[in-house]
């Protein structure tokens, strides 16, 4: 590893709650160096009060997306080299969602949207009953596949418009994760999935911009499984409903 | 927000303004083409029940589209809700069926 003289400026937000302000740090360069090496940086040698959370390192567990430069990324697999501009680098909290302290997001609204969107499995069979085989050709399994390869990390959600304007917006991974369990076959009731997001802040909110798909660190596409909830809201619509 | 009810409204009036739309601009190119007079084109259209349906059903889904579109916009450039975004949904709707169902009777009775 080689350090640059000259080091990394990086304005790192610091403060609780909706109070809070930008300081900049001097973080030495380092080949390889990830956005969350640099927080690492800061935490261990400049800053031991500096919040924020991370946990696998390796972009599996989704706890480390921040706001870097303005754009919510997964800081662990984002080096300095793809983001930096002029030396100077700015890590917040995620957007669209309350800050607890520095560069820790509360995720709560998040999840509880998960939840809100029929993101329960309903079981159609008990622990007696054998396990259900299910193929792994079908369209609607190979399309629930890319779905649930979801990390939670929240990106998409702090990418979101939509999110930042429309309270009630249920947003982008919980709509995809309600689109994953109405495509599995072993889900009792996909009635109760289309249900829960027809309501006011359901998938019909969305604007197709596509920022989530766009920023979503594992390629993922919400904005298509979102259509895929209107087009079966619609089909049901005319069917009638429940 | 927006709810399937409220979004199928906006889609169906949608699919109606469609061949309204394209009726309407037909006419406009055919009535400026020829050279028909303000009073010409009202004698083509007063007492005439097809335009009376045609126009009056064009004022209906605007009015419906439109009300709704403006809901979206005014909640999420303005944060209006609740009860007030229902409040405004309906009186830009109604203000816009009145004023355009107004101006269809002007030409069709």
Sequence with gaps: MTADSNGLHVDVWRGSGTEGSFERFLVPMQESQTILDVVAWIQQYADPTLSYRYACRVGMCGSCAMMVNGVPRWTCRTHIKKVIKDNVLTIAPLRNLP??????????????????????????????????????????????????????????????????????????????????????????????????????????????????????????????????LKRETVSSFFRGGR | MLDLRLYMAQRLSAMVMIPLTLGHIAVMIYAIQDGLSAAEILGRTRGSVLWFVFYGLFVLAVSLHAAIGLRVIVHETLGLKGRALDIFMWLAGLLLLVTGLRAVLAVTL
């Design chain 1, 99 to 228: 800050v607890i302290k520095d560069l820790a997001a509360d995720m709560d609204p998040f999840f509880d949207r998960w939840v809100a969107a029929g993101g329960v499995h309903h079981p159609t069979r008990d622990r007696n009953d054998a396990v259900e085989q299910i193929s792994p050709a079908t369209p609607e399994r190979i399309e629930a596949d890319a779905g649930i390869e979801c990390i939670n990390c929240s990106v998409c959600y702090a990418a979101c418009d939509t999110v930042a304007n429309n309270v009630d917006f249920l947003g982008p991974a919980a709509l995809q994760r309600a689109w994953t369990l109405y495509l599995d076959p072993k889900d009792a009731d996909p009635g109760a999935i289309l249900d829960a997001v027809s309501g006011r802040g359901g998938c019909h909110n969305c604007h197709s911009q596509g920022s989530c798909t766009l920023h979503c660190p594992n390629g993922l596409n919400p904005m298509k499984a979102i259509a895929g």
